[in-house]
Nanobody, 125 residues
Framework: QWQLVESGGGLVEPGGSLKLSCTVS????????VAWFRRAPGKEREGVSS????????NYADAVKGRFTISRNNVEHTVSLQMDRLKVEDTAVYYC??????????????????WGQGTQVSVSS
């Protein structure tokens, strides 16, 4: 069975930083890509960042390029999203998702098989 659990959300002032983590439980030796999505109040879900199974391929939405960094630790089965220079517009519930295609990087919905419950990120002064 697959399970994804996000952590690290919270309240931060504009310009501050947060680091989100996603812990992935899967079948032994399973390979998978991971993506972060977010849904802001009153807005549609959007892709934020993604990373391939080996960690060498990454993808970022234009809105977060240069500010967010995705990484993974395949020993601990965790994927992190370091968020720097946060803006009010980054306020959203952030979700991690996994795809059983280990090379997927795009945010097309059909690629993403399993989802976490989400963690709230609030950027406010």
């Amino acid at each position: 069975q697959w399970q994804l659990v996000e952590s690290g959300g919270g309240l931060v002032e504009p310009g501050g930083s947060l680091k989100l983590s996603c812990t992935v439980s899967s079948r032994p030796s399973e390979r998978y890509s991971v993506a972060w999505f977010r849904r802001a109040p009153g807005k549609e879900r959007e892709g934020v960042s993604s990373i391939s199974d080996n960690g060498h391929g990454t993808n970022y939405a234009d809105a977060v390029k240069g500010r967010f960094t995705i990484s993974r630790n395949n020993v601990e089965h965790t994927v992190s999203l370091q968020m720097d220079r946060l803006k009010v517009e980054d306020t959203a519930v952030y979700y991690c998702a996994a795809s059983r295609d280990p090379w997927v990087l795009d945010f097309w919905s059909f690629h993403w098989d399993y989802w976490g419950q989400g963690t709230q990120v609030s950027v406010s002064s």
